[in-house]
């Protein structure tokens, strides 16, 4: 199965600041990949697919970005509302979905 | 409006079994494949299984293949998963999620979730 194995794990930052995650496959997944936030005690929400693609109403602050293994989602400016748990996933294996281990953003 | 509800949750012992739905509205259901997922207490997302919009073809998670069986009835806009064999580690909230690609031959990616079903599996 390909992993996905995503850093930093946590993140302290501050309202205002520019955050990236990266998210790293075990073997090439062409850019089927996707990005989900998770607030507290929420179901997650999708925010980017194909690697790059915004999805219907997630700010344009949000932007993902890489091919083949390397992957990363961006906040150019971080909001209250941000601060939440981001996951990759994968699915270019077409039958086996898989997530990664998850980068929750916290305050400083 | 687009929505999804779980049921069927609760606590049931190691080796016993459980049936949960996922009622859905707002969209077009036998036009959409559906999944499963689960975040057990603390832990991160783990993709259970998927099911086409058909209903003819399942993936699995190796996790729970040969264990649990997804399922679908179109006519009632209702998604099931038959989760037998209980261990504790399947202890999870359970979500039913919604694939974002219509008539997509396979699992791809959730672009509406439910609120989820708590499992507890426990003696």
């Known amino acids: 199965a390909i992993q996905l194995t995503q850093s930093p794990s946590s993140l302290s930052a501050s309202v205002g600041d520019r955050v990236t995650i990266t998210c790293r496959a075990s073997?090439?997944?062409?850019?089927?990949l996707a990005w989900y936030q998770q607030l507290p005690g929420q179901a997650p929400k999708l925010l980017i697919y194909?690697?790059?693609s915004l999805e219907s109403g997630v700010p344009s602050r949000f932007s993902g970005s890489g091919s083949g293994t390397d992957f990363t989602l961006s906040i150019s400016s971080l909001q209250p509302e941000d601060f939440a748990t981001y996951y990759c996933?994968?699915?270019?294996?077409?039958?086996?979905?898989?997530f990664g281990g998850g980068t929750r953003v916290e305050i400083k | 409006q687009v929505e999804l509800v779980e049921s069927g949750g609760g606590v049931v012992q190691p080796g016993g079994s459980l049936r949960l739905s996922c009622a859905a509205s707002?969209?077009?259901?036998?036009?959409?494949?559906m999944h499963w997922v689960r975040q057990a207490p603390g832990k991160g997302l783990e993709w259970v299984a998927f099911?086409?919009?058909?209903?003819?073809?399942?993936n699995k998670g190796d996790s729970v293949r040969g264990r649990f069986t997804i399922s679908r009835d179109n006519s009632k806009n209702t998604l099931y998963l038959q989760m037998n064999s209980l261990r504790p580690e399947d202890t999870a909230v359970y979500y039913c999620?919604?694939?974002?690609?219509?008539?997509?031959?396979?699992?791809?990616?959730?672009?509406?979730w439910g609120k989820g079903t708590t499992v507890s599996v426990s003696s």
């Open positions: 073997q090439g997944i062409y850019s089927a």
């Open positions: 999620a919604k694939d974002r690609v219509g008539y997509s031959n396979g699992p791809l990616n959730m672009d509406v």
């Open positions: 996933q994968q699915f270019s294996s077409y039958e086996l979905l898989t």
């Open positions: 099911i086409r919009y058909d209903g003819h073809n399942q």
């Open positions: 707002g969209f077009p259901f036998s036009s959409y494949g």
């Open positions: 194909d690697a790059s």
